[in-house]
């Protein structure tokens, strides 16, 4: 994507208004004084492939934070189990293969990054609250995205979200029920493609609705199917 596509995509999207109902992220949550800078520590031990800019489409990803935090990873995330109590986060924008390529879905570790810087991460964080998550999606993800910098790349997956309505998931409920409430709740397009279930895919089951992921195209204004 060219510089001035990206700068204009930027625009779009966080000049677009924010729908009341949101509920993806926090506009307020409690921060620590100080946030460590540190980069992604999977990324030595992770393969690395794919070329930045090398990819077909992207895949939006949610976590629904109370059944993460009953977890054993939970342990760690004392921001986002412990300080605060969340609904759905940004678990990350991933680009993505139409096609398996020698049989992987996605890029990842593109290129060598630098860490998110501290500001960076605390614009970001009452929506994606783990300093880890951010700069490990960073690395992995966003080296192989059409964004340059993080602070782009974070702007980008915020405002598609800041678009959606994401309900609360149901105890008991079943992921076709859950994904008929998404579509539901997004009946009203915003002047974009109106969402549907073959937009979605969703993690869980009968322990409970854990992940919700949106298929979207490049320009991240367009939904495709999953």
């Known amino acids: 994507m060219k510089v001035l596509g990206k700068l204009a995509l930027l625009l779009i999207l966080l000049a677009a208004p924010v729908p009341a109902s949101v ?6 949550c409690r921060l620590p004084s100080r946030i460590t800078v540190a980069p992604c520590p999977n990324q030595s031990r992770e393969e690395a ?9 992207y895949i939006l ?15 760690r995330a004392t921001l986002q189990c412990r300080d605060n109590q969340f609904g759905w986060i940004i678990h990350g924008l991933w680009p ?17 990054v630098a860490p ?9 964080l009452c929506s994606s609250p783990d300093p880890r998550l951010m700069q490990c999606e960073w690395a992995k993800h966003g080296s192989c995205s059409d964004f340059a910098t993080p602070a782009e790349y974070f702007a980008a997956q915020v405002g598609v979200a800041t678009r959606l309505t994401l309900p609360e998931p149901r105890p008991g409920q079943s992921v076709q029920a859950f994904m008929a409430a998404v579509v ?8 974009h493609d109106r969402l549907q279930q073959r937009h979605l895919r969703v993690i869980g089951g009968s322990e409970g609705i854990r992940e919700l992921r949106i298929c979207l195209e490049r320009d991240l204004v367009r939904y495709r199917a999953c």
């Open 184 to 191: 539901a709740a997004n009946d009203d397009s915003h002047g």
């Open 49 to 57: 492939r794919g070329t930045k800019g090398d990819f077909d489409h």
């Open 61 to 75: 990803s949610f976590s629904w934070s109370p059944a993460f935090c009953t977890s054993p990873a939970a342990k």
């Open 116 to 124: 998110v810087p501290e500001a960076v991460l605390r614009r970001h």
């Open 96 to 112: 993505q293969y139409a096609q398996p390529r020698a049989g992987q879905r996605w890029p990842q570790y593109c290129a060598a």
């Open 23 to 28: 509920v993806v992220a926090q506009e307020q």
